[in-house]
């Protein structure tokens, strides 16, 4: 069971990336599958999750609107697609899966089980 997340890189402020994180292993369409960051000097912070069913994906406030996060089930790959990118979004991103169903809860790291190495994202002014 393993998730590998890639896609991080060097982008201005105001332009876009897209982050990717593959699961191998285990199918991703059984599982909710959460974004976290882990900013300079700072814990880490969640930034959106998606759930099993897909419906009603969670989102940080300071990324709401411009961040979204999708799945493909034939790819095996939860999206993160960041938009109006701020030098304050620079930090590792990382993804991580969760069996559980209660969307409130998939805010919390210790509700996943399964994380993946982090990519680094780096916004400049």
């Known amino acids: 069971v393993q998730l590998q997340a890639s896609g991080g890189g060097l982008v201005q402020a105001g332009g876009s990336l897209k982050l990717s994180c593959t699961a191998s292993?285990?199918?991703?369409?059984?599982?909710?599958v959460g974004w976290f960051r882990q900013r300079p000097g700072k814990e880490h912070e969640f930034v959106a999750a998606?759930?099993?069913?897909?419906?009603?994906?969670l989102y940080e406030d300071s990324v709401k609107g411009r961040f979204t996060i999708s799945k493909d089930n034939t790819e095996n790959t939860v999206y993160l697609q960041m938009s109006s990118l701020k030098p304050e979004d620079t930090a590792v991103y990382s993804c991580?899966?969760?069996?559980?169903?209660?969307?409130?809860?998939?805010?919390?790291?210790?509700?996943?089980?399964?994380w993946g190495r982090g990519t680094q994202v780096t916004v400049s002014s």
């Open positions: 998606i759930p099993r069913n897909n419906n009603n994906p």
């Open positions: 292993g285990f199918a991703i369409r059984r599982y909710a």
């Open positions: 991580a899966a969760s069996s559980t169903i209660i969307l409130s809860s998939l805010r919390s790291r210790s509700m996943y089980t399964s």
